[in-house]
Structure formats: C-alpha cells, structure tokens
C-alpha cells in the first residue's frame, strides 16, 4: 500500500491558494509537491494533478485563458486523457473549462460583485473520485472567494451533463452566489477523472476555520490517488 | 495590415456588465432598451494579404481570442486607432 500518493499542485503566475491546496492534501495524507507553471513534465509517480485558485496571469482576455497555454497544461491535458485524476478549484476550474477538458464556462457573477463567504452546497453524486466519501444528497458547507464564477452551458449541453450524472455538486436552495445555470457548483467531464468547482474545500479543513467538509471531497481525492498508485506498483 | 476583433457575448448569455451599463445610461436619461458590453481587440499582422489576414483572425478567435461557447467575434479591417 503507498503510504502518501502524489498529488502535485501547479503553480501558475497569480495563482495564490497553490499553497493551502498542498497543506490541506499534505494533511489528508498526501505528498503534494508543488510544480511551476513552466515545468514540462509531471513528476514521476503522480497520481492526480490540483489546479489551484488565484488569477492566474492577472484573468487577462478571460479567466483561465491564457494560462490553459502553460507548457504544463500540455502535460496535465495528456495525464486526464489517460484517464489520470484533476481537480480544478475556483481559477483551476476557469483553466479546465477553457481548456477544453471540463464542459462549459464561468463568466462574470451576476451580480458583478466579488462573493467571498461560506455557501451551502449539496453533493449530487458520490460515484465520483472526487465525492467518494459523501452521499448524494449530502449538505456540505465551503467557502467561495471569486469574481467569475457564474457556470454556463446552453440548454442541450445542461441536459446531458444531468443525464449523464456530471453535475456533482450544486449550490443550495436559494444560496446560489454567483448565478450559475442550475445552481451547478461542480461538474465532471465524462470519464469522471476530471472536476472543476468554484467552491474551496482546500479551506475548510481545519474545525479552527468553521467547516471540515472540504476533508469530504479532498480526502476523496486522497483516497483514490492511493488505489490508482497502488494500481500502478 | 491593421485588423479588429469585436468580441460580443452571444444572444441569450447574461451579460451583467451589459445590464449595469444599460441601467446608468437609464439613471442619465437616456431612453435605452439593451446594452451589452463586449471586447475589442486591435492586431497588426504581419502579413498585407486581406484572405490570409483573415483566416489568420478566424484561427486567433477559435484558439485565444474567444470562447465560441459564450462569444461571437466580427473582424473588421482599415479601421481602429
């Protein structure tokens, strides 16, 4: 059994939640080494890939747009393509959805205004790698902290996204902070390796800042990092 | 030669800067029914030939410029500052 599975976080210019993401992973068991932006290849033995938070490359054209072209992008679009695990927080899910490996985009919040508070969420699917320690239907409360992220498909790319089980995670009824398409919080492409969420579950690890439930999805990751490691040897 | 890219959010995408936009021109006096707010994008290309320029803009907008889920783009040439 391997003891600490590797979880590298990128680090892109701007990106400033790389650090907390490795703590909280260190924390639940993991060896999280961070990895630079300009770093061509993924250290060996990894077993999942976290994009973290930030603004990466100042959110300039788009949030994610310009740091989707990243030589570790290259990398990390190859490591999901063969089925290896990614989690993109907040700008990490803005980077994905641009790049093309998770569906839809995040625009600017309804409201125009920054939301930086704890929401209610509701985990839609446990049969993810990410979710594995919820239950569906599971109440959940997690810090947000962006400006853009208001989660957008058309009507045909929503429905098979719910038909096929993608959406994972929703905001809870009437706490919606962003006006996302139904209330859609987290998604997963369809292979399922891959999750994108605006909320911040690196956050709220700790009883000292108000919630734990980030452990939930983390700890998920954690635990499915180690069976693919374990795979592997 | 000189081109420019208007980035526009499509039909039906909700466009709250727009909206903000719009309800100040409201607080001005002005009688305004919709505004939206997009991107312009000034480029000076290398190449003088109008047909390459062209398909050079369309690839530019499919690959950076916009996201073709939320966005549309027009190129227009001989203009700008």
New interface residues.
């Given amino acids: 059994m391997i003891e600490r599975p590797r979880i590298p976080v990128v680090v892109f210019p701007g990106s400033n939640d790389d650090r907390d993401a490795a703590l909280a992973l260190e924390r639940l068991g993991a060896d999280a080494p961070l990895v630079w932006h300009t770093d061509d290849t993924l250290p060996a033995g990894t077993a999942a890939v976290v994009l973290p938070g930030g603004f990466s490359y100042g959110d300039y054209l788009r949030c994610g747009a310009i740091a989707r072209f990243s030589p570790i992008m290259r990398e990390v679009a190859a490591f999901a393509d063969g089925g290896g695990l990614v989690l993109g927080i907040c700008n990490g899910f803005q980077i994905l959805t641009e790049a093309g490996l998770l569906p839809g985009a995040l625009r600017p919040n309804a409201s125009l205004s920054f939301v930086c508070r704890d929401v209610p969420l509701v985990v839609e699917s446990s049969a993810t790698p990410f979710t594995a320690r919820c239950e569906a239907g599971q109440p959940l409360t997690i810090p947000v902290k962006h400006g853009d992220g208001c989660w957008f498909a058309d009507e045909e790319l929503l429905a098979a996204l719910e038909h096929n089980g993608q959406v994972v995670l929703r905001y809870g009824a009437g706490a919606n902070p962003n006006g996302s398409i139904g209330d859609i919080a987290g998604v997963t492409n369809t292979d399922r390796n891959v999750f994108g969420l605006m909320p911040h579950p690196e956050h709220a690890v700790d009883p000292l800042l108000g919630s734990t439930d980030g452990a939930l999805l983390l700890g998920s990751l954690v635990d499915a990092a180690r069976l693919s490691t374990a795979a592997l040897v | 030669m000189r081109a420019t890219v208007l980035v526009r959010p499509k039909p039906g995408?909700?466009d709250?800067?727009g909206q903000?936009v719009e309800s100040s021109l409201r607080h001005l006096g002005f009688e305004v029914a919709d505004a939206r707010v997009g991107r312009l994008v000034d480029v000076e290309l290398a190449t003088d030939d109008r047909d390459e320029a062209t398909a050079q803009l369309e690839r530019m907008c499919e690959q950076?410029?916009t996201?073709p889920?939320?966005e549309s783009y027009e190129i227009a040439f001989g203009g700008g500052a």
Avoid: G, R, T, V
């Fill in positions: 995408i909700l709250p800067q903000a950076l410029l996201n889920l939320i």
